[in-house]
């Protein structure tokens, strides 16, 4: 066998977490994820364990002692979860929740990535008190089995093995591939980061993708509309004080986002607290426009690393703006195509639309820049606009009449409520952008032109349509709005009224919490949850995962 010898660890490098090496043996790019990537999460599973954990802490039998450990030249660190004095000898032992691993004879063995994990703290009290460790032993809790591992050079050369691979992925700026093994993943803590269905989806090797990435995201959004408003900290709340003096305290693992409109005063122990609490801070101006969002992002470097370097492709980017460019348009024309079998058939407007709008479509995979998929795009979005009033119903009021799209400032009722929806929208993909850890100023389509960020820009294209244009269509059909008391008029300028953005701030919100089936993974995900999966595809469309990336177009 080989032997491996281990480099010393200078001090300014950081040592490898003996949990890492857990990760790492489990599986290497969970270790990636957590240790290169930094990113975490905490699961059910992982608070469990903590629970264990902290009951044994509480024997009291005098025997038991834990160790936090650090070695430079082993270049690990690690907290042993106990140890105790057996006949002279100083065994280490590890804690685990669940079952062991059973050979072909029924016998308990324990799981490759424990075994790593209680081999290497016996490498680090080795080396810390200078004495011999011939053993480490794992208790399994679900079946109160002891398994014993044997600590011998073999087993020491496993562990340097771990260690010299986990510091090679350090260096790394490549993920390593999904695991093989699938059964893995269901139990994995990041999969809704990882996304191992969707890759194996994409690359041919499933029909159809379990879905591991979570359904919904249960924590509240909440909107502060009224200008005067202060927000700060109460223990681990967030206090919402009205101008009136009436107070609001909300805990703040029940919020997933804080949305500023107006003047609103938010003290800086509660954007700190916000940050601590990965809760979304985005402001939106008193006339609806989106001003910007809190960027608490650690880590995630190497993410945008790849991101630069694949955003800085012509052809890449080419690909992309086409699936996006295809994607909102087939969403366009087929709402278009809704709305026709409610019209009258004698009317041809809709009709010649559908039909340009299908040949137009046609040109797009044949463009060869940027620009002339802009002009496409353009032609797309006037035959849209064109059409669009066709859908309004004839019971809707007469101030609900328009003609094309206008923004900056809005000049009709319709174009308001389109302005402020696609406000909120475009907050949403900002909060998704920055939760995946991307860089939203480099986008593929969009040029930097406004101090809205081109990333966020183009990923919103895919949700217009479904978020924004048919709840606004239907709510104005429905009556749902009143023309004096929801608008303001100023000259040619048509605005929101306060009760107004309430109004769309509920109908939006609503709408998000609905579920969509994902035309490709066929399974389905509220829409709030499905602005993130987007984020999180379209990253794998440059490392070579791709293929899932703009397909959300509505039936």
């Keep these: 066998m080989a032997t491996i010898a281990l480099a010393s660890v200078s001090d300014s490098q950081d040592t490898i977490r003996v949990n890492a090496l857990h990760a790492l043996t489990y599986c290497p790019r969970l270790y990636y994820l957590e240790e290169v990537e930094e990113l975490y999460t905490q699961d059910a599973a992982v608070f469990a364990g903590r629970r264990l954990h902290v009951e044994l802490e509480k024997d009291e039998d005098g025997e038991w002692q834990q160790l936090v450990l650090e070695n430079q030249n082993l270049g690990l660190r690690g907290k042993v979860d106990a140890l105790r004095t057996r006949n002279g000898q100083t065994i280490p032992y590890e804690h685990k929740r669940g079952r062991p691993y059973r050979d072909g004879n029924n016998r308990p063995q324990a799981w490759e990535s424990d075994r790593i994990q209680i081999l290497a703290y016996a490498c680090l009290i080795e080396a810390e008190l200078g004495i011999t460790v011939a053993e480490g032993r794992i208790r399994y809790h679900a079946e109160n089995v002891l398994v014993h591992v044997a600590f011998d050079d073999a087993a020491r050369q496993d562990v340097y093995r771990a260690i010299a691979q986990a510091r090679q992925l350090r260096q790394s700026s490549e993920r390593p591939p999904v695991a093989t093994n699938e059964r893995l993943c269901g139990r994995c803590s990041l999969a809704s980061v990882c996304l191992p269905e969707e890759t194996r989806l994409a690359q041919g090797q499933a029909n159809q993708a379990l879905r591991l990435f979570p359904e919904d995201d249960e924590r509240k959004i909440i909107h502060v509309t009224e200008s005067g408003t202060q927000i700060g900290k109460n223990g681990e709340q967030l206090k919402i004080t009205k101008r009136d003096g009436s107070v609001a305290k909300v805990p703040a693992h029940q ?182 850890g991307l860089e939203p100023v480099l986008g593929f389509y969009h040029q930097p032109r406004t101090q809205a960020p081109p990333l966020a820009l183009d990923l919103m294209e895919i949700f217009r349509v479904p978020l924004v244009d048919m709840p606004v269509m239907a709510s104005i059909n429905r009556n749902q709005w009143d023309v004096e008391a929801d608008f303001e008029i100023r000259g040619e300028q048509v605005w929101l009224s306060n009760e107004g953005r309430r109004k769309l701030i509920s109908l939006y919100e609503k709408r998000k919490e609905e579920s969509w089936k994902h035309p490709v993974t066929q399974y389905s995900l509220t829409y709030r949850r499905l602005i993130e999966l987007e984020v999180r595809l379209l990253e794998k469309e440059w490392m070579g995962e791709g293929g899932l990336f703009g397909q959300l177009v509505i039936r």
């Design 255 to 436: 919020v997933g986002q804080l949305v500023i409109h107006s003047y609103v005063q938010l003290s800086t122990q509660a954007l700190h607290f916000c940050a601590w609490q990965d809760i979304g801070v985005h402001y939106i101006s008193g006339g609806g426009r989106y001003l910007g969002s809190f960027d608490s992002r650690q880590g995630s470097i190497q993410r945008r690393i790849r991101q630069y370097k694949a955003l800085t492709d012509s052809e890449m980017c080419l690909k992309l703006a086409q699936q996006l460019v295809t994607c909102r348009g087939q969403s366009q024309r087929k709402f278009l195509m809704r709305g026709q079998r409610g019209t009258d058939s004698s009317d041809t407007v809709l009709t010649e639309v559908i039909e340009q709008m299908q040949r137009t479509l046609k040109q797009v995979p044949k463009a060869d820049a940027i620009s002339s998929l802009l002009g496409l795009e353009g032609n797309l979005a006037a035959l849209y606009f064109k059409a669009l009033p066709k859908l309004l119903s004839d019971s809707a009021p007469a101030e609900f009449q328009f003609s094309g799209r206008n923004r900056r400032p809005p000049k009709d009722r319709f174009n308001a409520l389109l302005s402020f929806g696609y406000s909120m929208l475009l907050k949403d993909v900002m909060n998704s952008i920055l939760a995946v």
